[in-house]
Structure formats: structure tokens, C-alpha cells
């Protein structure tokens, strides 16, 4: 948008989603030893870009802003990374009446969701004649055994079901602020998210994967040192 325009090229946004600072795989690779710790220094890596390199992070504000706050205060991480997250991530609600999305989007969203619905609908459906099936060979068995059997098949149907419906979807208005602001600023979207990673290639929105984040404000950083 023209108000961002007349700054300098250099500089670089991005905007967050929770699981930018709490993915596990982020943990992982950078050898972080819990949730509190991994939030911790990535703000400060998030901290030092900003000193160093005018690299400014965006959080949706309330909605992903309130969904990292409820982990901070879920695991007990400390005023410290409250502390943090307040001064490093610069909050901010996405103008959702005026961002501009391409009608396109909408119809390729549509029928994206309802090839997922259809999936979740066949996903039923075989449980269901997968339970009729079972039920008859459990006749003259005891409650608890029939709960067990039956258990197992909807145990079953709930991760094909997540599977097949979830994966690749927005399903929150975090999910959707986090969209509608990058493409507000103008920005780079950090996450772990399918969804918003789907969608925000679909709207032409650089993405960055939350476990590279780290890594790549490090080889910055190191860049300048050089």
C-alpha cells in the first residue's frame, strides 16, 4: 500500500502467528529446552533484527496476541516473556474493512472447502458402515466390550476425519487476521500453519516457515557482522 512505500527498501516486516514462537519443530532444531525458553530467545533474535536491521514483527492484535499470551500464562513462562513480547512484537488490528482481497480467492476458498466437506462427509459415512458391521459381530457380547470395539473405530474416524478436513484450511480469525494484515503491510507471514501457509501463497504473500525463522534472522544478523 502507498503509506508503506516511501520507506526504506531495507527494511523488512513480518507478521507472526502463534506458532511462530511455539511450534515444537522450532524446539527441535535449535535445541531449545521447553515452550518458555524457545519464546524467550526467539524474541530476543526478534529483538536484536529490530536494533540491527530494522526488521519489524507484527502481531494481530487482539486475536494472536491473545492466543500467545494464553501460552505464556499456560505454562507459566514468566512476566519476562509477557515483558518481551509487548516491546519486540508491535500489536496492531488489521484494517479488515478496507485490505482488498481478490474475489478469486474467495472462489478458489469455496471450492477448496467444499471438496473438504465431501472428504469429511465419505470419511463418516465409512464409519458408520464400519460400526454397523462390528455391532452385528458383537451380539451377545457385554457393554464393555462393545464400547471397546465401537472406541476404536471412533478413536479411528477422528484422525482420518482431522485429516481430511482440517488439513489446509483457515479455521480461526486468528488465521485470517494474520492474512489480512500481511497483506496490509505488505509484509512477510511467519507459520507453521498449513492453512495460512496454503493461502498466503495463494494471495501472493511471501511465506516463512516458523522452524526457519531463527536460522534466518541468524545468517542476517551474521551477514552484518561480516
Known sequence: MQKYR??????QRFVVDTTALTDVE?????????????????????????LKLEISCYVPYPT???????????????????VKIDTWLVKKTPNRYEVTVPAAIFFDYID???????????????????VSVVTQKLKGKNKLEIQEDVGKIIGKFREKYRASLR?????????????????????????SDLGIK?????????????????????????KLGE
Open 6 to 11: 516511501g520507506e526504506s527498501e531495507l527494511k
Open 26 to 50: 522450532i524446539r527441535k532444531l535449535e535445541g531449545y529446552e521447553s515452550l518458555c525458553s524457545s519464546m524467550s530467545q526467539i524474541l530476543d533474535l526478534i529483538a536484536e533484527a529490530r
Open 64 to 82: 494472536v496476541y491473545t492466543e500467545i499470551m494464553d501460552f505464556v500464562k499456560r505454562y507459566e513462562c514468566g512476566n519476562e516473556v509477557a
Open 112 to 130: 477448496y472447502m467444499r471438496e473438504k466437506i465431501n472428504k469429511g462427509r465419505r470419511v463418516a459415512e465409512e464409519a458408520m458402515w464400519e
Open 167 to 191: 488439513h489446509g484450511i483457515l479455521d480461526s480469525a486468528p488465521d485470517i487476521d494474520v492474512l489480512l494484515l500481511a497483506k496490509e503491510l505488505e509484509a512477510g507471514v511467519v507459520s
Open 198 to 222: 496454503k493461502w498466503a501463497e495463494k494471495m501472493g504473500l511471501r511465506y516463512v516457515e516458523a522452524s526457519k525463522f531463527p536460522r534466518m534472522i541468524k545468517e542476517y544478523l551474521k
